[in-house]
Nanobody
């Protein structure tokens, strides 16, 4: 069975950093585009970042640009989201997902996700 599993969430103070991970079972992440989404309490889910396979083109939501970095380690078959300068409004459940294609869509990088993880909670608070 194909699954995505997020890990690394936790409590961090404002201005701090956290790195969350996305791993897979049943298939190889290296071959697919992977995106991160988040959903804060009472809010709709929003796309955060996407990374294509191969050349690794990346896309970011304006709200995280310059603070978050998505990357992949093909040797570990893992996708990471490094989050710096965290703000209380970054508090959310973070999900990884894949469109089960190689590339994030240029015009809409957060559309068409076919497989989702169950999420990891990131809380930014004193």
């Amino acid at each position: 069975q194909q699954q995505l599993v997020e890990s690394g969430g936790g409590l961090v103070q404002p201005g701090g950093s956290l790195k969350i991970s996305c791993a897979a079972s049943g298939f190889t992440l290296e071959n697919f585009a992977i995106a991160w989404f988040r959903q804060a309490p009472g809010k709709e889910r929003e796309g955060v970042s996407c990374i294509s396979s191969s050349e690794g083109s990346t896309y970011y939501a304006d709200s995280v640009k310059g603070r978050f970095t998505i990357s992949r380690d093909n040797a570990k078959d893992t996708i990471y989201l490094q989050m710096n300068s965290l703000k209380p409004e970054d508090t959310a459940v973070y999900y990884c997902a894949t469109p089960i294609t190689r590339y994030c869509r240029t015009s809409s990088p957060f559309a068409g996700m076919e497989l989702w993880g169950k999420g990891t909670l990131v809380t930014v608070s004193l």
